[in-house]
């Protein structure tokens, strides 16, 4: 079946030094990628999102990158801060005909050091 | 995120009671979704609806009920929870035409099934 997935469920990044998220996804008709931040107690927050005719997006402090070559998708974190900690989740959608189907990853957990 | 809302934020209850879970939301978005959110599973969809008197079950529809009654309300309701019914629960809205399908989300609804 289809998935997205996440190849480390935890990270700890130094604060002040960068982060890399990365995510796989399995759906080649997939034409819109967002990623989420979700903080202990509080909903998936929207950070920044990429379509798949793009292979790069900036927003502040936060780069995607896709590679649809090998269906790859990561988030870069620049000049991580405690309040990046957090889980965050990629998550894919297929538009058809006005019916998106939208899969989420299950996360990775990062975690700013002090 | 404040422009979607829901109650109550945790709600504790027994085997066989019916519970409802409200969202509201101020977007003006079109389109509404209730998730569930289990330890290592990510998110579930369990409903949406693309309108008013539109509805349609997600992939885990089983035990679960909406209604949409305007364009801002979307409730849930567990007819007879279940203890397996214990997770956290989502409400999000997208509009497709404005967002490209990125969906956002209400704070959450913490539920205990004893």
């Known amino acids: 079946g289809e998935s997205v997935g996440l190849h480390l469920p935890t990270l700890s990044v130094q604060e002040g030094d960068n982060s890399i998220i990365n995510c796989a996804y399995s759906n080649s008709a997939s034409d819109y990628f967002i990623w989420y931040k979700q903080e202990s107690g509080k909903g998936p927050q929207f950070i920044i999102d990429i379509r798949s005719n793009m292979d790069k997006r900036q927003g502040q402090r936060v780069t995607v990158l896709l590679n649809k070559t090998v269906k790859h998708l990561s988030l870069q974190i620049a000049a991580t801060q405690p309040g990046d900690s957090a889980v965050y989740f990629c998550?894919?959608?297929?538009?058809?005909?006005?019916?998106?189907?939208?899969?989420f990853g299950t996360g990775t957990r990062l975690t700013i050091i002090p | 995120d404040a422009d979607v809302t829901q109650t109550p934020r945790n709600r504790i209850t027994k085997t066989g009671k019916r519970i409802m879970l409200e969202c509201s939301q101020t977007?003006?978005?079109?389109?509404m979704y209730w998730y569930r959110q289990d330890p290592g599973l990510g998110l579930r969809l369990i409903y949406y609806?693309?309108?008013?008197?539109?509805?349609n079950k997600g992939e885990i529809s089983d035990g679960y009920s909406v209604s949409r009654q305007a364009q801002a309300k979307f409730s849930l309701s567990l007819e007879s929870a279940i203890p397996n019914q214990t997770a956290l629960y989502f409400c999000?809205?997208?509009?497709?035409?404005?967002?490209?399908?990125?969906?956002?989300f209400g704070p959450g609804t913490r539920l205990l099934v004893l």
């Open positions: 999000a809205t997208s509009d497709p035409t404005r967002t490209g399908g990125a969906q956002y």
């Open positions: 998550a894919e959608i297929e538009s058809n005909f006005g019916n998106e189907k939208l899969t």
């Open positions: 977007k003006g978005h079109d389109r």
């Open positions: 609806s693309f309108d008013v008197k539109d509805i």
